[in-house]
């Protein structure tokens, strides 16, 4: 679905210095990011980057394409754990839970999506290794989300459309991937 910002949120969609998420309707964010293959110094630099902004940005995930990268990095900051995954593949799901969503690239819309409560996930870690992560309820929900960003797929896709409306982000804190 095609977003249309309202007017008094018009100015949540700039992207520049001070605020590097980049926002729809870029084609960063429609567009499939590719493996990361090998953890180097700079993705490194990258991912603690990615941490920085999210935080900044009051986020609880963030996807490389949201800061115009193409490449298979996600983070996730939920109950105090951030973590980085490169790469990331679920591996297993199951069971199903539907919770509210917002998007840093698309600030002030919100709605419910489908996903599955609990997923495997397999990756590599902030140093290059082979790991595995466990995840359910919110984190589950948030890596899932990720995961689609680095496929050019957007909650937007996903969304109960009758459950979207618009709210300004400093009113839900810390509640958009
Ligand atoms: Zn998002």
Redesign the pocket.
Known sequence: MTVVVPDEFKYLYVTDEDHPIVKVPSEVLLGHAEEVERVTKRHQTVAENMVRIMRAAKGI?L?AP?IGLRERIVVVSVEGRTTVIFNPRITESSGTQVGEEG????PGLYGDVERAEKVVVEGLDRKGRESTWDMDGLAARVVQ??ID?LDGV??TEKVDPATLYWQHPSEKPER??
Do not use: D, M, V, Y
């Open positions: 995930g996807a949201q998007c840093l690239s698309i989300h990720e960003h957007l909650f958009a991937e």
